[in-house]
């Protein structure tokens, strides 16, 4: 018999949204939909497993933890890199670890809704509506301000098209952005200071690294017109997030839409929670109907493929 485990499954999906039953006759799979934040829970749960699949970064995967799950054979990640895992790891210990294909467009689409969402201030007027008031807030228009975008790649590029069709100037920042690159996508390449300073909406889209963790501080924040917005869909650590509770806290900026924390799932008692000017989504960017078939569609694919002898869509760890 091959045990299988399904981590994070918070809205009990998996099982509809692929099927299982083409894998061999004695796998077993036990779906989890709690979060477990220890790893040393993590590790006695999954102990008596030979396959585990993971949904993007929501459970780490150290050498610690890895090092305690001896009868694990095959680590699937949804999507083609995980930081969380430590591939090098897993590989030095006979694990093989496979990912998933992933569509590039849901985050992006997410990244508008955010945006609108606090600029129109579309929560607290949902909110405000169905508690009986009528039009509490002023929201503010987009056409003809400016959109910052850092990060111009799949995702950064997707983002700055949605706001050149809002009628918006587009400036990008990145440590190897290209002016040509940036004119490719209607944008115009700046220092980030000059775009912080600038942008009406900043917007982050970079992958989280040792060069970008912290990219934001409180140097950059307070760089910001008191009037922009901050929006994160990329990863809670690019931001300082004292820095940004302390920006938020005292109007340097006039608010933010936050997709992505430095601890997922958010505290209950986190600052984030209370604070009116911003918007928060429990990291929503890849959370779709269609990500998901092809999330649990591909892993089924790799435990099969695996437990056939013919592994597919491996990872390798990063040579030097």
């Known amino acids: 018999m091959t045990r299988i485990a399904v981590l ?10 692929a099927d299982w039953s083409v894998l061999p006759s004695d796998a077993q799979v036990q779906v989890f939909r709690d ?60 694990i093989t670890v496979c990912g998933t294909r992933g569509l590039p467009t849901p985050t992006a689409e997410l990244t508008w809704a955010l945006i609108l969402a606090v600029v129109r201030h579309i929560p607290r007027e949902d909110h405000a509506t169905r508690s009986g008031q009528w039009q509490v807030t002023l929201g503010e228009g987009l056409h003809g301000k400016t959109l910052g975008v850092i990060g111009l790649g799949n995702l950064g590029s997707q983002v700055a098209h949605v706001g050149k069709a809002f009628g918006m100037s587009l400036l990008a920042w990145s440590q190897n952005l290209t002016a040509e690159r940036a004119a490719q996508h209607g944008a115009t390449l700046v220092s980030k200071d000059e775009l912080l300073a600038t942008a009406n909406v900043v917007t982050l889209h970079l992958v989280l690294s040792a060069r970008t963790r912290g990219l934001l501080g409180a140097r950059e924040l307070e760089s910001m017109q008191r009037s922009a917005y901050l929006i994160n869909t990329s990863r809670g650590p690019l931001v300082e997030e004292a820095a940004l509770i302390h920006a938020l806290e005292h109007g340097i900026i006039a608010g933010a839409g936050l997709d992505v924390f430095d601890e997922e799932p958010l505290p209950l008692d986190h600052a984030f929670r209370r604070l009116e000017n911003i918007v ?29 002898g013919t592994p597919t869509r491996v990872i390798a760890a990063p040579t030097a």
């Open 35 to 94: 979060h477990l934040a220890d790893p040393n829970a993590v590790a006695q749960r999954l102990r008596d497993f030979e396959v585990v699949m993971a949904m993007r970064e929501r459970t780490p995967f150290p050498r610690h933890v890895l090092e305690e799950l001896p009868q694990l054979r095959l680590l699937v990640t949804t999507g083609m890199r995980n930081a969380s895992i430590d591939v090098a790891a897993a590989q030095s210990l006979g």
């Open 280 to 308: 928060i989504t429990p990291h929503l960017g890849y959370v779709t109907v269609e990500t998901y078939r092809m999330f649990f569609g591909d892993a089924v694919e790799d435990i099969r493929a695996f437990l056939s």
């Open 8 to 17: 994070d499954d918070y809205q009990g999906v998996a099982m509809q949204m």
